[in-house]
């Protein structure tokens, strides 16, 4: 067994340790608990039932949603584009809020917010509807109509799914801008997409440190956004921030004397619910489209049934932020159409010590938790006494998201957060999905660490090679989707062409997703990382994920991070840059027995041959690690936008660091 093993046998029960030990040795897996699949939302056969009319199924969870016009349509499809459910018509606002009050709910916990100073209060259906429906009528009064756009760029606060959903009320499309963008990322989304008006706060808390929102907003101003007529200012901290009078306004202004009733527009079920940005192969961000019946129709279903929700007994937690697909669709969307008791928080995992989510979950005995493997591999280097300090056998599910969780954090989770009881759902799924593709189902799914298992019932995915012809099970190729699923991106704002080619044309008929994949022999997915994350080291491909999977596999490392490097004799060299635990010091020595430990488990040609010790890795303020950065600083080149850099110091010390690794080489 590995050293990585030892160590975490040294801290579990002798049942645990068991787990631990068939899994690194013998690829044990986990089948459902039986006690866990009796009761669970998804049974045996809801994968043939629905593979043999995917269409019905995917009805019957629309048929779920509250309709003002039912649809008696499910799919157009005019390759690349879909719609779904064409002919209905719905408010998004009214199946999150208003069906759960009408059926007596209205004193349901919807939120338990927690600040990350220690502010905490919950917010329940009906006071959830009331301030949403105030502040759509205040957004009605400055002039915001159904087909406008709004920009969202706030904190993690109460105040952001109530924007969200009350420019859903009145038509509008929202444009959600992570907290954590320079001005120049607000510039750029407001410009793209035409807003008409910036909903932001005066600031946000990070790290008992004040994030200036507004005045990020004011700097995109001078930047020039022709198309925005008001801002929206929230107070979070209450601190004074400059107000241009005919442009901005407090949202206690905009609120005040409103009524908290506001009649909701009926919108198709193809109608732009919002736009959310993402990055791709060029500078220029992407708008995706998500329209309203099938979005909706993608997170109920998904969010019912990867989540095992009870919809009365469950306190449900997705650690994301709002600024992300995930935190739309499993904080916001998901949760609240199927009338969940959630938490949000505002702050850091570390913030003011490193046991602050592990304190959350206690304080509000949070059932179900989600969150990313950057996370879970952070937790994982503090250390099990901050965990320990805590009572968490209030969970019964955990949920991963965000990149392919490597075995090791798997286990580490399962064991450490879960008790070795919690079923782990670790979950597939892009901004464009909109909703989760690949995942299990807790209740009849037989797990892999490491693995996300199966399509999700009604989703098709394959692996095809370059030619596009689909791999046999044990392969490995390309992840693509060979049929339309309701909550698909509908195109690229103002952009079909690039739509077509981005995601549709290097095989006919095929949605590429982007990312690497593997298919055991048993047909379950293992994700790779995205294909531009593959490195070609002497004619064979090779996956960043593999690479790093196998250097924190030892005892000495906390986190690692690999890209490839221009090698003139090989094509590329692997690049490895390595965050080590507190007992470790970086040496030659270890550096060697990293690149040996590397060839031992993946093959010699797996071996980096560039390996850089690092406090840090840089990452953005979510957590994610920027491989764009670190391709850059391994091929020596001209470093990109850093501007969502966490700490932008990290790339200058790695710099150096990297530059006498590459003359150690030389």
């Given at each position: ?389 805590h009572d968490l056998s209030s969970l019964r599910l955990l949920g991963s998201v965000g990149e392919p969780i490597n075995p090791e954090a798997w286990m580490w989770y399962h064991t450490h957060i879960g008790g070795g009881r919690c079923p782990v759902v670790d979950t597939w799924w892009q901004t464009e999905t909109g909703a989760i593709m690949i995942t299990p189902l807790p209740g009849i799914t037989t797990l892999k660490p490491g693995s996300a298992t199966k399509p999700f019932p009604g989703v ?110 090989t094509g590329q060299a692997i690049c490895a840059f390595v965050t080590l635990k507190s007992h470790a010091t970086g040496s030659e020595e270890l550096a060697n027995a990293l690149r040996d430990h590397v060839a031992e488990k993946l093959g010699k040609f797996c071996r980096p041959k560039y390996l850089t010790f690092t406090q840090e890795l840089p990452k953005t303020r979510s957590g994610k690690i920027m491989r764009r950065l670190l391709r850059d600083i391994a091929e020596g080149r001209m470093l ?27």
């Amino acid at each position: 067994m590995t050293g990585a093993g030892n160590e975490a046998r040294a801290m579990t029960t002798p049942a645990q340790t068991d787990a631990i030990e068939a899994l690194l040795t013998e690829g044990r897996t986990f089948p459902p608990p039986p006690a866990f699949a009796a009761q669970a939302n998804a049974q045996p056969g809801i994968h043939e039932e629905a593979e043999r009319d995917y269409q019905a199924f995917w009805k019957s969870w629309a048929d779920k949603l509250e309709w003002m016009t039912p649809p008696t349509q499910i799919l157009e499809w005019n390759e690349p584009f879909a719609r779904w459910f064409a002919d209905g018509e719905l408010n998004a606002s009214v199946n999150a809020l208003d069906r759960h009050v009408r059926a007596g709910k209205a004193a349901k916990v919807a939120f338990y917010y927690e600040g990350e100073p220690g502010d905490r209060w919950s917010v329940t259906y009906g006071e959830l509807l009331d301030e949403v429906c105030r502040f759509a009528n205040g957004l009605r009064a400055l002039g915001v109509k159904k087909g406008d756009r709004v920009a969202i760029y706030m904190p993690m606060i109460v105040e952001l799914p109530v924007a969200m959903l009350a420019c859903a009320r009145i038509g509008a499309a929202h444009s959600v801008i992570f907290g954590g963008f320079s001005p120049d990322a607000i510039v750029d989304r407001v410009n793209d997409s035409g807003c008409v008006a910036l909903i932001t706060a005066d600031h946000g808390w990070r790290r008992g440190n004040k994030v200036p929102l507004k005045a990020n907003c004011d700097e995109a101003f001078a930047r020039g956004m022709p198309t925005l007529k008001h801002v929206v200012v929230a107070k979070r901290i209450g601190d004074e921030v400059n107000m241009t009078e005919g442009r901005d306004v407090w949202w206690d202004d905009v609120v005040r004397d409103q009524p908290s009733t506001c009649e909701p527009e009926r919108m198709n079920a193809e109608d732009l619910l919002y736009l959310l940005y993402t990055s791709g192969t060029t500078a220029k961000p992407k708008g995706i489209k998500h329209t309203t019946g099938g979005y909706l129709t993608g997170v109920t279903a998904t969010h019912k049934l990867v989540f095992d929700l009870k919809e009365d007994a469950d306190v449900y937690w997705c650690a994301a932020d709002i600024g992300w697909v995930t935190g739309h669709s499993y904080i916001v969307y998901g949760p609240l159409c199927n009338g969940a008791t959630s938490v949000i928080y505002e702050g850091t995992p570390d913030y003011p010590d490193k046991d602050r989510l592990w304190e959350i979950v206690e304080r509000y005995k949070v059932t179900i938790l989600y969150t990313a493997p950057t996370a879970i591999r952070t937790f994982m280097k503090w250390g099990t006494q901050y965990v320990e300090k805590h009572d968490l056998s209030s969970l019964r599910l955990l949920g991963s998201v965000g990149e392919p969780i490597n075995p090791e954090a798997w286990m580490w989770y399962h064991t450490h957060i879960g008790g070795g009881r919690c079923p782990v759902v670790d979950t597939w799924w892009q901004t464009e999905t909109g909703a989760i593709m690949i995942t299990p189902l807790p209740g009849i799914t037989t797990l892999k660490p490491g693995s996300a298992t199966k399509p999700f019932p009604g989703v098709q995915a394959d692996l095809v090679n370059e030619t596009g012809e689909s791999v046999p099970l044990g392969g490995g190729g390309y992840i693509v989707l060979r049929r339309p699923w309701p909550s698909m991106l509908r195109g690229i704002y103002g952009d079909d062409d690039r739509y077509r080619e981005t995601y549709w044309s290097k095989f006919p008929h095929l949605y590429l997703a982007g990312d690497g994949c593997k298919r055991d022999a048993d047909g379950d997915f293992w994700f790779l990382g995205r294909i531009d994350d593959v490195m070609n080291v002497s004619g064979h491909r090779i996956s960043t994920t593999e690479v790093e999977s196998a250097l924190v596999d030892h005892p000495a490392v906390a986190e690692a991070a690999v890209t490839g490097k221009n090698d003139d004799i090989t094509g590329q060299a692997i690049c490895a840059f390595v965050t080590l635990k507190s007992h470790a010091t970086g040496s030659e020595e270890l550096a060697n027995a990293l690149r040996d430990h590397v060839a031992e488990k993946l093959g010699k040609f797996c071996r980096p041959k560039y390996l850089t010790f690092t406090q840090e890795l840089p990452k953005t303020r979510s957590g994610k690690i920027m491989r764009r950065l670190l391709r850059d600083i391994a091929e020596g080149r001209m470093l990109g936008d850093t501007t969502t850099l966490a700490d932008s110091s990290v790339v200058a010390e790695l710099q150096n660091r990297a530059k006498d690794e590459a003359t150690k080489e030389d």
